[in-house]
């Protein structure tokens, strides 16, 4: 259009705004005045750049959604097609069953008269309040106020046949107090919502603009509409139009409710947040005409929109607006029953097998104890995990298997993770390695006594052997036979041998095996010494001849003599 060229340029300027961009690239499109903002501040304004992006899209998907019932009216970009007047004269005739006359010209002076027809069938004809909403800022294409008028639109048209369940006029402002408590059993049959008058919610918003109470009242109905169809689904409780929506189990909810054949409602519990927003739109699509109006990264999100959300749940509610029975209320408890058993087997399975690993890590590590002090502390240790830790852990054992034995009973569909098979064979692998260690233990320990036992008496009678050689030697008796008494002493020195390689399998630095070691280092010296004593004097040392000697000294001669090895002279008398 030749009238709308001149502004067609800034329009495509405000569109990119609404892109996922980076703070970097998203803040290049702002004002300079945004660069004066601090991070918080520009966080903010980013995040409503993002949702009016969600919104933009959302709204063109709806509006497209009632065009596609005049072949060859499109919408590509809301901001765009609605400037001329004519896309939004064919969606209140559509809403309204009425011609509402339009310019047929392309100035945009005959766009300005035709948005002021759409404005003036909205306020006077329907009475819907406009604020602030001006025919110049629709052609120029102002991307705030395009947004605003089709959102009312919506609110009007879109969710006025939703109706209110009976509630007091007397309702305190919070919606956590104005949703009534769910009874636990559902009637046997369906049971549509009874309608209230909106005046009886309204009672306490005069402070509101018109705008915000409808949108309240609405999205108030909405959210005990919601959590009704949602009671009796373990963990999924709608709190509002934006986080509670996030991980899709809630959509997944009230389409199991109304059609349990074809939801598999567990699996929400197991998928991603992606796959239930695709598995439940894509359902609603093909089983009850739904137009997926919002795309499932824009509800997986921090920050969802709440008025495209609350315009798909609006589309569901036309099509589950009754309350079925619960299609597992006489297994209901069955299957609270089997989330709580998954959860309580899972924690104690968690908890068990950390423990098993860390006495397995005990139990296989090196230790080298340093006294038999030690041994016996280590001993009582081992003797604490069989009989305290062991024991009440095993009764955390058999409740897993009692659990796994009840979920064959019931024939539950949950698989137990991990397996009660794999818990067994956990546990009796630490049986037998605390099995293999105490007996090892043991081993030592007995072996280890009878060393002592036995070394200990050995040296005793060594000791007393040593001791009568020594006496004997002392009083050189004539009963000490050399020959014998060193064989004897040779006899004692390979026992002391024999001793010593008893000590040092123990291979532990024990204060009583040092003691012995030293006992034993003692006796191989008293054993020396009697060697020595009893060993033959060693052979006198002769002199070589001698050079002559001065006269001077021949008169005085000299004679050597060796007296156990040590030299001395012989002076002339």
């Known amino acids: 259009m030749e009238m709308l060229a001149d502004n067609e340029e800034n329009i495509n300027n405000n569109n990119n705004i609404f892109d996922e961009i980076d703070d970097e690239d998203w803040i290049l499109e702002k004002p300079i005045s945004v660069f004066a903002l601090d991070p918080a501040d520009r966080r903010v304004l980013k995040v409503a750049d993002q949702r009016d992006a969600v919104q933009k899209k959302t709204f063109t998907k709806w509006i497209n959604f009632h065009l596609s019932k005049r072949p060859g009216l499109h919408v590509d970009d809301l901001f765009l097609d609605l400037r001329d007047g004519h896309i939004l004269i064919t969606l209140l005739e559509l809403f309204t069953n009425q011609i509402i006359p339009r310019e047929k010209g392309t100035s945009k002076f005959h766009a300005l008269q035709n948005i002021e027809q759409c404005l003036q069938c909205l306020e006077q004809d329907h009475n819907i309040r406009l604020v602030n909403i001006r025919p110049e800022e629709l052609v120029n294409g102002n991307p705030k106020l395009t947004l605003g008028l089709i959102w009312r639109i919506i609110l009007h048209f879109q969710f006025s046949d939703i109706n209110l369940p009976v509630i007091e006029e007397n309702i305190p402002e919070p919606v956590q107090q104005i949703v009534p408590p769910i009874p636990t059993r559902e009637p046997a049959t369906s049971s549509p919502i009874k309608p209230i008058r909106i005046s009886s919610i309204s009672s306490k918003t005069e402070r ?9 009242n609405y999205r108030n109905m909405l959210l005990i509409w919601a959590r009704q169809q949602c009671q009796g689904y373990p963990g999924i409780y709608i709190d509002n139009f934006t986080q509670s929506w996030r991980n899709g189990r809630a ?12 939801i598999n409602i567990k699996n929400a519990y197991r998928n991603s947040n992606r796959d239930n927003l695709t598995q439940a739109f894509d359902f609603a699509q093909k089983h009850y005409g739904i137009m997926q109006l919002i795309d499932p990264e824009d509800v997986d999100t921090d920050e969802p929109d709440e008025k495209s959300i609350l315009l798909y749940i609006a589309h569901l509610y036309k099509v589950c607006s009754t309350l079925p029975v619960h299609p597992f209320q006489q297994q209901h408890d069955r299957v609270n029953l089997e989330g709580e058993l998954a959860c309580e087997y899972t924690n104690i399975a968690s908890d068990l097998l950390q423990w098993i690993k860390a006495k397995l890590d005990f139990l296989k590590s090196e230790i080298k104890f340093k006294s038999l ?12 995990i069989r009989y305290d830790e062991m024991s009440k852990f095993k009764k955390l054992l058999h409740r897993m298997r009692s659990i796994d034995a009840e979920f064959e009973t019931l024939q539950l569909n949950e698989t137990l993770q991990p397996d009660i098979e794999s818990i067994n064979i956990a546990w009796n692998k630490l049986e037998t390695t605390l099995d293999r260690v105490e007996n090892d233990l043991k081993q030592f320990i007995e072996q280890y006594k009878k060393l002592k036992s036995n070394f200990d008496n050995d040296l005793d009678i060594i000791e007393r052997d040593i ?5 004997l030697v ?19 020195q390979m026992k002391l041998d024999h001793i010593l390689n008893n000590c040092r399998t123990l291979a532990l630095p024990f204060e009583q095996v040092r003691n012995a070691l030293e006992r034993i280092d003692q006796l191989n010296a008293r054993i020396d010494d009697l060697h020595v004593q009893l060993s033959p004097p060693p052979p006198p040392i002769t002199k070589t001849a001698s050079p002559p000697t001065p006269s001077h000294l021949l008169d005085s001669p000299s004679s050597l003599t060796a007296t156990n090895g040590f030299h001395h002279t012989s002076k002339r008398q």
């Open 208 to 216: 509101k603009s018109s705008l915000d109470q409808i949108s309240s």
């Open 474 to 492: 002392q009083i050189k008796s004539r009963q000490l036979d050399i020959v014998s008494t060193m064989n004897q002493l040779n006899s004692i």
């Open 251 to 262: 959509f997944l909810a009230i389409l199991h409710r109304h059609n349990p054949q074809l």
């Open 373 to 384: 002090n030690e041994i016996e502390d280590y001993k009582a240790t081992l003797q604490a």
């Open 467 to 471: 001791a009568q050689i020594h006496r």
